[in-house]
């Protein structure tokens, strides 16, 4: 299981995205109610989330799917919606839910909000994704779920 979570993790590393990155969006997310957070308390919570067999599996799934689509790999049609993150797909939200479900309803709403408003990395992720540099149509999402396990995880301590 370590050795899935490290795995999960360099994925991650290899397409752009660090457990600092999500540990700033969730410190953002959370200050105003844990006025005590450090960023470091928060990169804690990002790798117990991230040490969760549903949440690596989801991970490792998203960033599959993201890469295949990359390089052309799925059936044309499929790979067309994905690639070009149509926004009536919404499979890249239902898999991603599947981390949020975890952790009870603050982490839907941050869900939610993080999808709506894209802060740091998400954004990143989403902007290289519509100038179709790279495809992270389900990366964006999952990140999103992450740090919003994370948010509630710290809010329910
Ligand atoms: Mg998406």
Do not use: W
Not at 14 to 31: F, N, S
Not at 58 to 80: C, M, R
Not at 108 to 129: E, S
Request: aromatic fraction near 4%.
């Amino acid at each position: 299981m370590e050795n899935l979570q490290a795995v999960a993790i360099k994925k991650l590393e290899e397409r752009g995205v660090t457990i600092h990155d999500m540990a700033l969006l969730v410190y953002d997310l959370q200050k105003k109610y844990a006025p005590d957070l450090t960023i470091e308390d928060c990169e804690n919570m990002v790798e117990h989330v991230l040490g969760k067999r549903e949440v690596i599996h989801t991970v490792l799934t998203g960033i599959a799917l993201d890469v295949a689509t990359e390089h052309d790999l799925l059936d044309p049609e499929i790979n067309q919606i994905i690639k070009s993150d149509e926004p009536l797909y919404g499979i890249d939200e239902i898999l991603a839910l599947s981390i949020a479900n975890v952790s009870g309803s603050i982490a839907l709403t941050n869900f939610g909000y993080v999808d709506k408003t894209k802060p740091g990395i998400i954004g990143v992720l989403d902007k290289l994704g519509k100038d179709q540099k790279q495809c992270h149509t389900f990366l964006d999402d999952i990140v999103g779920a992450i740090v919003s396990a994370s948010v509630s995880r710290i809010a329910h301590k």
